[in-house]
């Protein structure tokens, strides 16, 4: 079957309802993620063992890099789905999907093989003590056999995003995570297998989510428009996916590498400080969870208006995600201001880290807003598979975060580690932003 032309235009209409149908589900299936974490270290908690709770907390930043790292299989698919989505490419939707699922497949089995030296690099560069460390490698041995079926479900996520498919989306992840926290709970707390169990529990949950999820895409497909195999391997279509990812990894990896800064630097500042730095940025986090919401929604709705080439579409698409996006988060900051204290007053007893914390809460609750463009050009890039804009943009702001900590931390302290990194969520999205109608132009001509 001839592919549909890419350059007839196929309008749709872009409204607030489409923009929060995607935003609202996908915002309450990422903070199904946030309680698996709880659920966990509670059923571990019950055993009464420090190095217990230490090894899952090591093996879950060592778990927390690797799939970060590969996040990319879940946003490149989505982009490249959205496009095919908008110019009614069926068969092409099914090409990418086998594409993903392939790749990611592939990429499960290496990490699977290279287990050994991830968990050892990871325990080395965190350095726990015996204890910790004899845990952490029981929690990585198991749990990385989770692995292919992790990477697959990043496939399938990518496959239902770019079709718009937010509530189905939200229920595979849900079915993820709860099957997890209930084999987390009979494995580790019933059966009594303690950290063993739980990480049967994320093989147990990424299984059967896999397994659901690949059977409900199968189900749906159009087998009158499937692509041949021939399609499917095509070189040129598989590199472009593979460049895509690539670019995606790197930006990931350096968006790790910023964050990573701002902990290690902050820790040289004594515990008190390192410990309100850590309840401060979860303020950001909070608002991380409903800007992801909205740039999963600017994703879909920007691939599709590319694959229609529908230029109304796209632009509609940026200003509404925008526009949300800066309206929670200036409620967010502004909550942020007025309530901040007694949120923090609730989160630690010791009267030292609440006195510190109060004096940098300005800085945190300004996150929200200077990291809205950050968030939304993500999506919007990502959507139209403009990959290594997001790379060159993402190195280029974090090149801005290493000078402004080393040039500002020695004079302002805490102080000037908090502007830079308000300064490097603002430079990625103002980067991004400003170039955004060049990049449209060579699209839509």
């Known amino acids: 079957m001839e592919s549909p032309n890419p350059r007839v235009s196929r309008p749709f209409e872009v409204t607030n309802r489409m923009v929060f149908s995607i935003a609202v589900p996908m915002t309450l299936a990422f903070l199904t993620t946030p309680i698996l974490g709880i659920v966990d270290t509670t059923v571990i908690g019950q055993f009464g063992d420090a190095a217990l709770i230490g090894g899952l907390a090591v093996g879950a930043i060592i778990f927390d890099i690797v799939f970060t790292t590969f ?42 093989l290279l287990a050994w030296p991830i968990r050892e690099l990871g325990i080395l560069l965190m350095n726990p003590g015996p204890g910790v460390a004899e845990a952490t490698r029981t929690y990585v041995t198991i749990r990385m056999f989770a692995a292919p079926f992790s990477l697959i479900n990043y496939a399938i996520l990518g496959l239902l995003l770019g079709q718009g498919r937010a509530m189905a989306s939200l229920v595979l992840q849900t079915l993820l995570n709860g099957i997890n926290i209930a084999g987390s709970v009979y494995f ?20 059967i989510a896999a397994a659901a999820g690949f059977w409900w895409i199968m189900r749906g497909f159009d087998r009158d428009r499937a692509p041949s195999w021939a399609h499917v391997f095509e070189r040129a279509e598989f590199l472009r996916l593979v460049s895509v990812n690539r670019d995606i990894m790197i930006r990931s990896f350096a ?13 040289q500042f004594g515990a008190v400080t390192l410990a309100a730095n850590a309840i401060l940025m979860n303020f950001f986090m909070i608002a991380g969870y409903y800007l992801d919401g909205f740039a999963t929604a600017a994703e879909q709705i920007v691939g ?5 080439h529908h230029p109304p579409a796209f632009w509609r698409a940026v200003r509404l995600t925008i526009l949300w996006g800066f309206a929670l988060a200036g409620f967010t900051t502004v909550f942020v201001l007025f309530a901040g204290g007694p949120v923090i007053d609730f989160m630690t ?10 004096s940098y809460l300005p800085w945190a609750a300004a996150t929200a807003v200077v990291g809205v463009l950050a968030f939304q050009m993500d999506g919007v890039y990502i959507g139209a598979t403009w990959s290594r804009d997001m790379r060159n943009m993402m190195l280029a ?35 991004l932003f400003a170039i955004l109608p060049s990049r449209a132009r060579k699209v839509f001509g």
């Open 188 to 207: 580790g707390l019933v059966l009594g297998w303690a950290i063993e169990g739980v990480a049967f529990g994320t093989i147990l949950g990424e299984a």
């Open 304 to 308: 599709r208006a590319i694959g229609a």
């Open 397 to 431: 702001s974090l090149a801005l975060l290493f000078l402004l900590v080393f040039t500002l931390v020695p004079v302002f302290g805490n102080h000037g580690l908090w502007f830079a990194l308000n300064a490097f969520l603002g430079a990625r999205g103002l980067t």
């Open 255 to 267: 968006l790790l590498t910023g964050f990573s800064l701002f902990t290690r630097t902050g820790a």
């Open 349 to 358: 007893t010791a009267e030292g880290v609440r006195e510190v914390a109060r």
């Open 71 to 112: 996040n990319f299989l879940r946003s490149g698919t989505t982009g490249f789905v959205a496009q095919a989505f908008g110019r009614e490419d069926e068969a092409e939707q099914q090409a990418v999907f086998w594409r993903a699922i392939i790749l990611a497949a592939g990429l499960g089995l290496a990490l699977l």
